[in-house]
């Protein structure tokens, strides 16, 4: 996982069957399947860090990121579409920033907007699952530890 990138890990977590579901959703194949979904990661990992920029919600932010460094690490299979069971603050973080991000995603690429929304919410519960398991991996790191690379904005 050390030389992946957060949208790999997440695609690796989605899976083929995954994301041939949302292909279908799409209306699409595969690869432009995939090229939404990391559209989306990019969008929604984008507005993960511009949150915790934020003085308004860093704190909500931070807390969200403690939680799921402290928490034990995931069952595997966790990703499934029907979503986590509880999920916690960063649950809560992810699914008010996959609106924006869905917005964005959906501007850049010229599919509709409740479509990319559709997406973006079978997205959540799998991107949440990649946070808990490299905040599991890199306990005591920050966001940027768990997201790895630049910041997008």
Known sequence: MSDESFQDD???????????????????????????????????????RSAAAEPASADEVRAAVTE?????????????????????????????????????????????????HRAVELLVPVVLAVITKRAATKKGGGLGDILGGTQKR
Do not use: C, H, Y
């Not at 069957?17 to 969008?43: K, M």
């Not at 509880?86 to 850049?108: E, H, T």
């Open 10 to 48: 997440v695609l690796n977590e989605l899976g083929d069957d995954r994301l041939q579901e949302i292909a279908g959703l799409l209306g699409t194949d595969p690869a432009e399947a995939r090229q939404l979904v990391g559209s989306s990661v990019t969008e929604l990992s984008g507005e993960l």
């Open 68 to 116: 799921v460094s402290t928490a034990e690490p995931p069952l595997q299979g966790v990703a499934a579409f029907g979503g986590l069971v509880g999920g916690g603050l960063m649950a809560g973080v992810l699914g008010k920033l996959a609106r924006p991000a869905a917005d964005a995603v959906a501007r850049k690429t010229g599919i509709p907007a409740p479509t990319v």
